[in-house]
C-alpha cells in the first residue's frame, strides 16, 4: 500500500466526508431493532405485498450461473450452480429514514418475509422452493427488496449423444412462480442471457450460449426458462481414445508384412487384439453408458474390435495356405485370382516399359498348340507395330495364354496374393469406416 496514498489524516477526512455525503448514518442498534419491530407488527409472509391487491407484484428476475457441476448423459441431468437476483417491491416494508436514525436499508434472514414461491419444475430430485430461510435479504426504505439466493440445481435435460464426443446439448430449467396467476405475480427478466461475471469454467463442458424467457402457461402461471447451451470440449476424448485406438487399428493392419517363416503373425495379432481390448474397456469408462441414442463412436469400436478379429482370422487362414502340403494342387478358384491379380501387376508394369521383351520371351518359353496358333496369328500381321503402340486389345490374350499354360503357381504365391488382397480389403475399410466416422460426427 502507498502510504503516501493513505496517510491517516487522508482516511478521516475521507471517512468525515462520506459520514455528510450519505447522511448522518449514526442509528443505534435500539433503532434497527425497534424499526424490524414496526415493520413486522402485524405483518402477514403468506400474502402478496401490495397493498391495492388487484395489482400485481412485479418480479424482476436475474439468473447468475457461477459453474457447470455436472452433466450426466446416463442419467440425462445437468447439475449446475447458480444465483438468482430478485428484486420486487415490498409496500408493507418501507420507513422514514429519519425517524429511524437514517437507517436507509437493512439485512436479515428471509424467514419473517414473504419471498416469491419459484420452484424448478425440471428438478431431477424433490420439489423445493427456491432459497434457504436463513439465505439474507436487503430492503431499502423505499421497500425494494433485494434477495439473492444461490442453490445447486440438479435439472432433467434430454441429450443425444450421437456425435460423442462433438455433441451439444440444449439444457432447458424451467423456473415456475407457484400458486401465482401472472396477473398476481408479473415476472420480468432484467436480461436475456444469463450473467456470467462469475463463471467458471468446466473441464469437460463448454457454454456456448444461454437465453432467458418468461413464459406465460396458460392463464394459470408463468415459467422463467433458462436455457443453457453446452458443448464438450473434445480434446479428451480424442487424445485418449480416438488416437491410440488408430494407431492400434494401423499397426494391426501391418501384420500381412510380417514374413510368414518368421512365425510371429499369430502372436502379433493376438497382443493387438489383446490390446485393443484393454483399451476398449478403459475407453468404455469415458463413454456416455447409454443405449438410447448410442453413439456413432460405440459402432466404430465395434467395429474396430470386429476387423482386428476378422484380421486374425485372416492371418490363421493365409498361414493354413502358406503351409499346405505343396504335392497339393491348388484349387481352380484359387488359380484363377491369383492370375487375375497377375494379369493386373504385369499389365499395369508392361504399359510402363517393355512390352515387346516380355512378350517374345513368353513366346520362347510357351509350346502349347493354343499359344502357337496364337503365335502365328501375331506373326502374319504387323505383330511389333501393334505391341509398340500398346493397343490394350491384344495383350490381354497373352498374358491369359502365358499364365494358363504355367503350372507354377504355388500355396506360397496363393498365400502371398492373399496377404495383399487382405491389407488392401482391410486398409481401406479401416479408412473409409475413420472417414465415414469423422464426417458423421463433425457437421
Ligand atoms: C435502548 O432501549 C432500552 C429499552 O428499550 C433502553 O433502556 C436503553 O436506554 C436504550 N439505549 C439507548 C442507547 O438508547
Ligand atoms: C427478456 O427476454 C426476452 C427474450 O429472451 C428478450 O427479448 C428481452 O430483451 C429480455 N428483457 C430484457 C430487459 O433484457
Not at 424499526?35 to 413486522?40: A, E, I, N, R, V
Not at 405485498?49 to 457441476?69: A, H
Not at 438468482?84 to 422514514?96: G, L, M, Y
Amino acid at each position: 500500500m502507498n502510504s503516501r496514498c493513505w496517510s491517516p489524516s487522508t482516511v478521516t477526512v475521507v471517512v468525515i466526508l462520506s459520514g455528510f455525503l450519505q447522511g448522518c448514518q449514526c442509528h443505534t442498534l435500539n433503532e434497527s431493532k425497534q424499526l424490524l419491530t414496526d415493520l413486522l407488527d402485524g405483518y402477514n409472509k403468506n400474502l402478496r405485498p401490495v397493498k391495492n391487491q388487484f395489482m400485481p407484484v412485479v418480479l424482476v428476475v436475474g439468473f447468475e450461473l457461477i459453474s457447470i457441476l455436472d452433466v450426466d448423459e446416463v442419467s440425462q441431468t445437468i447439475t449446475i450452480m447458480g444465483t438468482f437476483e430478485f428484486h420486487w417491491a415490498d409496500e408493507s416494508i418501507k420507513w422514514q429514514p429519519l425517524a429511524y436514525g437514517g437507517l436507509l436499508s437493512f439485512t436479515s434472514s428471509n424467514e419473517q418475509f414473504w419471498t416469491p414461491p419459484i420452484v424448478l419444475t425440471t428438478s431431477s430430485g424433490a420439489l423445493k422452493k427456491l432459497g434457504e430461510p436463513w439465505q439474507p435479504i436487503r430492503y431499502d426504505f423505499d421497500g425494494i427488496s433485494h434477495f439473492y439466493p444461490s442453490d445447486v440445481f440438479s435439472s432433467v435435460c434430454t441429450m443425444d449423444i450421437t456425435n460423442f464426443p462433438y455433441d451439444q446439448h440444449e439444457c432447458l430449467l424451467e423456473f415456475v412462480a407457484l400458486g401465482y396467476t401472472p396477473e398476481e405475480l408479473y415476472m420480468v427478466n432484467s436480461s436475456n442471457k444469463v450473467f456470467l461475471s462469475t463463471y467458471t469454467k468446466n473441464g469437460a463442458w463448454d457454454l456456448i450460449g444461454s437465453e432467458i424467457h418468461v413464459t406465460r402457461i396458460a392463464e394459470f402461471t408463468s415459467t422463467y426458462d433458462v436455457k443453457l447451451i453446452i458443448k464438450r470440449i473434445s480434446r479428451f476424448a480424442i487424445m485418449n481414445i480416438f488416437i491410440p485406438l488408430i494407431f492400434l487399428s494401423l499397426l494391426n493392419l501391418v501384420v500381412f508384412f510380417i514374413p510368414v517363416e518368421s512365425g510371429e503373425r499369430i502372436s502379433f495379432c493376438i497382443t493387438l487384439l489383446l490390446a485393443i481390448a484393454v483399451l476398449m474397456t478403459i475407453v468404455g469408462d469415458n463413454l456416455p453408458k447409454t443405449s438410447y441414442p448410442m453413439s456413432v463412436f460405440s459402432y466404430y469400436l465395434c467395429g474396430v474390435l470386429t476387423m482386428s478379429n476378422c484380421i486374425t482370422l485372416a492371418t490363421i487362414f493365409n498361414l493354413s495356405m502358406y503351409y499346405q502340403d505343396e504335392s497339393k494342387s491348388v484349387p481352380y478358384l484359387w488359380r484363377m485370382a491369383v492370375k487375375i491379380m497377375r494379369y493386373e501387376c504385369l499389365g499395369r508394369r508392361k504399359q510402363e516399359t517393355t512390352c515387346g521383351i516380355k512378350s517374345s520371351i513368353i513366346d520362347e518359353n510357351t509350346v502349347h498348340p493354343i499359344s502357337v496358333v496364337t503365335e502365328t496369328d501375331l506373326t502374319n500381321g504387323d505383330t511389333e507395330k501393334r505391341r509398340n503402340s500398346g493397343s490394350g486389345d491384344l495383350k490381354p490374350d497373352i498374358e491369359y495364354i502365358q499364365t494358363e499354360n504355367k503350372p507354377d503357381i504355388s500355396w506360397k504365391d496363393v498365400s502371398s496374393a492373399f496377404d495383399r488382397v487382405a491389407f488392401s480389403f482391410f486398409f481401406s475399410a479401416f479408412v473409409i469406416g475413420t472417414a465415414v466416422l469423422f464426417g458423421i460426427i463433425i457437421q
